[in-house]
């Protein structure tokens, strides 16, 4: 007998894009559990046993990300342009990345809730349109949870978000949603963490891009500070003091 998760969804829309977006990483060769059904708003996954993400599995998550990141790239996003709407084979018609982001960061940074942001608004915005004729790869929210460290594989999880964005975009939001989970990330282990990426990225994200964009997951993760498992703030986990 076949053990089963069973995944809820608000609506019959969300439930459809993410089996759209479990086929598509599935096809970039991105390991997923399987899905068993697709009901009106529930999702059924194959049960696996394994545990989530700790800071010692960064490497080896960070070299999965750059090898579908790059993946993702040759099949579809080589064509996408960042600070234009993208349409995903099979997916649909995704936001653009400048326009969705800055949106949200100006939403966020008006709130006064960021503790210690490194950025102004303005300089937040900057960076994120400063990505507009990056090449692209994806964000699918890499956080410690949505990866399973199983006995023999990495097993990505949590289909619901699915977006083109640099290269190093989405490496950032696992280190930065890390340490707020598990608090400072050993010396050393954020370089070990690019650089296991950077050897499966065909686009390498050099260190200062990449705090850019740690910076950028600070202010949108902020609003969760509390929830989800992140107990730690960023603005007192960031390596170095930045200066805006």
């Known amino acids: 007998m076949t053990v089963r998760f069973t995944k809820p969804y608000r609506t019959a829309a969300a439930a459809s894009r993410a089996v759209a977006h479990h086929t598509w990483l599935d096809g970039l060769g991105m390991p997923v559990p399987h899905l068993i059904a697709h009901h009106p708003q529930a999702l059924e996954f194959q049960h696996l046993t394994g545990r989530h993400a700790l800071p010692r599995d960064l490497p080896a998550v960070a070299r999965l990300l750059g090898q579908t990141h790059t993946a993702a790239h040759r099949a ?25 982001r800055t949106a949200r960061v100006r939403q966020v940074m008006a709130s006064r ?34 990866f399973l460290i199983t006995p023999t594989t ?60 740690m910076e950028i997951h600070h202010i949108l993760t902020s609003p969760y500070l509390g929830r989800n498992g992140y107990s730690h703030s960023w603005h007192t986990l960031r390596p170095i003091e930045r200066t805006p």
Not at 76 to 100: K, Y
Not at 122 to 142: L, N
Not at 193 to 201: E, F, G, K, R
């Open 76 to 100: 579809a996003l080589h064509a996408a342009h960042l600070d234009h709407d993208f349409d995903l084979p099979g997916i649909g018609t995704t936001a653009a990345f400048t326009s969705s």
């Open 113 to 146: 809730s960021v503790p210690g942001p490194a950025f102004t608004t303005d300089q937040a915005v900057h960076v994120i349109e400063s990505a507009a004729d990056e090449p692209a790869a994806f964000y699918k929210d890499s956080n410690p949870r949505n």
């Open 154 to 213: 990495i097993t990505a999880l949590d289909f619901d978000d699915l977006t083109p964005a640099p290269f190093g975009y989405d490496l950032a939001k696992l280190l930065v949603t890390t340490a707020m989970t598990h608090g400072p990330l050993p010396p050393g282990l954020t370089t070990e963490a690019l650089a296991a990426y950077n050897q499966t990225a065909q686009y390498p994200c050099n260190p200062a891009r990449l705090a850019d964009w």
